[in-house]
């Protein structure tokens, strides 16, 4: 009996937010990862920046995996200058970790604040992801803090 060919994983691919309906596929793969898997409160995992964000899908075999967001900051961090963006909200599905879907998230992310003329992005890491975003340049600063019950280190990148 024949073994069936292997077959690789469809590939990734990275889109800005369109539509409304795409923003709710967003919003739902926050929720999963944000307010069921690491119970961060669901009135501080969704704000106002949501509305004014540039967001982004990953997406693999036409279904949404993955998402993050750029927002503009109305001055920058204490002790830099110039023009600033803050990414956050970089979710992915749990069956989709460990397959560079953060890496390329990430990726356009930074790629639209270099469009917009930012100097720099910063952005709240979970302890855990540390490493994946020094991979990335970045560089944490201060102390640890407590974001929806979850330890964070701030951490900025120059453009």
């Not at 309906?21 to 898997?37: G, K, N, P």
């Not at 949404?64 to 956050?88: D, N, Y």
């Not at 560089?139 to 701030?154: K, M, N, R």
């Amino acid at each position: 009996m024949a073994t069936p060919p292997e077959t690789s994983p469809a590939p990734v691919t990275i889109a800005q937010v369109k539509d409304e309906a795409e923003l709710m596929q967003a919003l739902a793969i926050r929720e999963v990862v944000f307010i069921e898997e690491q119970h961060v409160p669901e009135g501080i995992e969704r704000d106002a920046e949501d509305a004014n964000a540039f967001h982004v899908l990953a997406y693999q075999g036409g279904h949404a995996i993955g998402t993050g967001r750029l927002v503009m900051m109305s001055e920058p961090p204490p002790g830099q200058q110039g023009k600033w963006g803050q990414i956050g909200r970089m979710a992915v599905l749990q069956s989709h970790r460990k397959a560079r879907v953060g890496s390329k998230l990430l990726i356009m992310l930074e790629n639209e604040a270099r469009n917009r003329g930012v100097g720099g992005v910063m952005l709240h890491a979970q302890l855990y992801a540390l490493e994946f975003y020094k991979r990335h340049g970045y560089e944490a600063l201060g102390p640890v803090f407590q974001e929806g019950g979850i330890d964070h280190l701030e951490m900025h990148k120059r453009l």
